[in-house]
């Protein structure tokens, strides 16, 4: 990882905003939980999540996942958090959502515990990836951003995965899916994912298994892709998307549609399915996958095959039917102590939305939900960032742990490195308006220092309280008159002549004194 | 007005949508609705509403303005409405919401005019603008965009600002403020920008008031305003926003805020009113400007002076204060004839959003609500035309009626072109996003028509469907292989070498015919 501050230097300008790391430390020197801290020129400082990740000497969860042995209560977060045992995972991530250690703490390492030891909350954390910096998916904590990468066979190499990976992760990724298909070395690329990546790295093992198959789905066994799922988990990929319930029986419920089968992974199953006559593998093999997750501490993500993509194919049998399958899957994960979440969405209107929410946690016993947007209307292509965040925000207050982003290319083109980052700010800021509308502890403490550095003009402290400070400080110096000094009491959008800002100032001396 | 096919029409590539405009006739020939006809490859004909306006001889409503005095029966749409006249404007409003007219029509002639009545809805036509097209605003009609230009004393001239027009008229704005201040002509300007308008215009008058009293508020008086008001409506302005329902009793609680008064004609009254130690002379006088408006049927934007700046500052005793007083001046508005409309939020968090709506329609008798956003959240500087798209898609499937735009360049600088197509482009799909969730008949048409455009892989059509042809071909162009044909059966998201639309083809082949 480098640092922030230093990456984050306009070469134009030389402008960068004054954000250090700080470590909060936890019951031990063993847990430090970096944070951005963003240094006010008021001498505030203000502690953030920071995804960014630290360099280390030795990974740092590897004498964790060493020690877990010892317990003797099980290998996975969910198997020992039924067994009353609190990882070292779990209290970071506590401290990670509290932004402190202590009394104080919005959530204890007891409620990180409770919340994954019924299911409700996931820490996708492979004991092959020691890298990892631990994070939680689950309603009551803050709702996370996925940023899918990958290269294709048409497009994008190696080295222009790991500048995507590092710009997802500077730009507050959450979690990264590797989707990346149709390249030589897939193995090695995402080896180096893994190794430089803090984030859980997420994957759809058909995608891999298909291109073993050498792209032909009649020659896509199970024993093909149970192989390619294992080598995979010994990799330390951290969860893996697995459209298991899509069963043969939805399969003319999906033909029914205008849209029919839109996701990548659902597509393929339908097609071997198709091919063989024969019954979803991934289903039919179900406790084998589970037997590999458990090994490793994989989470599934149970994949939405069907999910819907347009706003009349939503809400339909074929959707909530593989909801209804996916909810006994995750039954079954449970059980046998695999911590799972559920994906969801696709193309929504926004009066179903609450209604997906709803479902999903009846039929899935409140299991993490993680959707792709909605995207709220179907024609505006060039702007599916911003259709899919208006549904992104609205399903994560309903309760939404964690959002898949979509990008300005998504119909039209594969993202390049600007779609990532826009992607993702788009989704940060629809995270946290739901996070503010669900009133979690601290939520709005950026918001708050940012309306009283715009009460003050103190414009770089407004940059640095940005999602995206850079960019915010390059649209206002644009405009900005030369010589106007450095932080001038106003801006180019009502000019010098009258700011309202500047007659607040007028307006509290006269009535604040009175009272 | 330039037509579409030609302005569009890329001058990199050739490219151009095909989209023609063709008219729905009304009772008479008097009565042409114009409207898009986006024109696909499989001969459909996708009718849409448009703004663009057409080029007149004789301005479209010359007669139908002369014609009024005959009834005897009033001036304004509203008093017309409430003795029962069905005019012109009424007709034609139907037919622009309905897409027909006649028995299809989903919205009659007679509907419009009792939602008039009520003043549940408004319809802003000055008759001293016979140039425009009328419109209608109501929360049972299809949720109208509003775009606001202007130029500054900072930057941005006479013919900068009709470009920005034009610009906005091209992207599908409803209605376009004027908020230039600051400049030699300003008369000049806006008479150019009304003659040159089918939308309604709208302007803050006291913006005017203030240049008119060279910048000091303690010159600004009665007379002064009064006086632009009339000057301005004889030009043809459609609506004023005045800021009368921020009382003298207000400031303290502005004053108690983070960030006081933000809206600048807002700030402008309380800088009268605290230097002049008044009551604010909009509400004092409140009857004169009523009767100028009566005269002109001018409709009244009842203006938020208080309107939060950020999420601390929302839903507090100044914002719902005033909301209380503009309540009680709308009725008085609708008890003299004169057509208003509510404006509100700015910065809300979501789940105060709902709450924003219901007391609006409470206090204000169903007065049609015109929001600034809401913006769900204060730290995205650079990207709040997405920040506010989230909630202002919310708080039209609430019941909004119009939406105000924000641009990209909120809180940071004035905008320029590229920031009013983008303000405009992400506004018009949350208004869309709201109408089909409100479930408005027709909402859904031209995306059933995109669904089926991208089951066929029809690129070209998808590109005429979408609410920005040129920037989703550029979009999809720049990352297609050459020779790949002129519509190939994949995009370089996944690449040529599996994709689901494809299989798609035979899923339905398979499942469809045992059926």
């Not at 403490?445 to 400070?469: E, G, K, V």
């Not at 106003?490 to 001396?509: D, E, H, T, V």
């Amino acid at each position: 990882m480098t640092d922030n501050t230093v990456s984050q230097n306009s070469k134009k300008t030389g402008y960068a905003p004054d954000i250090s790391t700080v470590f909060v430390r936890g019951s031990s020197d063993e847990i430090q939980v970096p944070f951005d801290c963003l240094n006010l020129s008021n001498g505030e400082k203000i502690l953030s999540y920071t995804v960014k990740g630290v360099k280390r000497e030795v990974p740092l969860r590897k004498k964790w996942i060493e020690a877990r042995a010892s317990y003797g209560k099980g290998r996975t977060q969910l198997e020992l958090a039924k067994a009353g045992v609190i990882t070292p995972e779990m209290e970071f991530v506590a401290i990670r959502e509290s932004g402190c250690y202590g009394d104080d703490m919005a959530f204890t390492p007891e409620d990180v515990r409770k919340a994954v030891a019924c299911g409700h909350a996931v820490i996708p954390a492979n004991i092959c990836h020691p890298e990892s910096e631990p994070m939680i998916i689950g309603k009551q904590f803050s709702v996370k951003v996925n940023a899918n990468i990958g290269a294709s066979s048409l497009s994008s190499g190696y080295a222009e995965e790991l500048k995507k990976l590092h710009l997802a992760l500077k730009h507050g990724a959450d979690t990264v899916m590797d989707l990346s298909t149709g390249i030589k070395d897939l193995m090695g690329l995402r080896n180096a994912i893994l190794r430089g990546s803090p984030a859980p790295i997420g994957t759809v093992p058909v995608y891999e298994a298909l291109d073993r198959a050498e792209g032909k789905a009649s020659d896509l066994t199970w024993d093909l892709f149970k192989q390619t799922v294992l080598d995979q988990a010994r990799q330390g990929v951290d969860y893996f998307t697995i459209h298991a319930g899509l069963t043969a029986d939805l399969l003319p419920h999906a033909a029914a549609r205008t849209l029919g089968i839109v996701s990548r992974g659902g597509s393929i199953m339908a097609s071997v399915m198709m091919r063989n006559n024969a019954e979803n593998m991934a289903y039919e093999h179900f406790d084998e996958l589970i037997e590999i997750c458990r090994e490793y501490d994989v989470a599934l993500s149970l994949g939405d095959g069907l999910r819907p993509g347009c706003i009349d194919d939503a809400c339909d049998d074929a959707q909530y039917g593989e909801l209804r399958n996916i909810g006994k899957l995750a039954a079954r994960c449970f059980d046998a102590g695999v911590q799972c979440f559920i994906e969801g969405p696709g193309h929504v209107p926004m009066d179903k939305i609450e209604e997906n929410q709803r479902l999903q946690e009846q039929y899935c016993n409140k299991a993490p939900f993680y959707t792709l947007g909605p995207l709220v209307t179907d024609i505006a292509p060039g702007y599916d960032h911003i259709t899919s965040a208006i549904g992104g925000a609205q399903i994560a207050n309903f309760g939404t742990a964690m959002l898949c982003y979509v990008t300005p290319s998504e119909h039209l083109a594969l993202p390049d490195e600007d779609d990532v980052k826009v992607g993702l700010v788009t989704y940060k800021l629809a995270a946290h308006a739901a996070d503010i509308a669900k009133g979690l502890p601290n939520a709005r403490i950026r918001d708050s220092a940012m309306a009283r550095a715009r009460a003050d003009f103190r414009w770089f402290d407004q940059f640095t309280l940005s999602f995206d400070p850079m960019h915010a400080y390059e649209v206002w110096s644009r405009k900005m008159p030369e010589n106007c000094g450095h932080e001038p009491a106003f801006c180019s959008m009502c000019g010098p002549r009258f700011c309202p800002i500047r007659l607040n100032r007028a307006l509290q001396k006269k009535y604040l004194k009175q009272e």
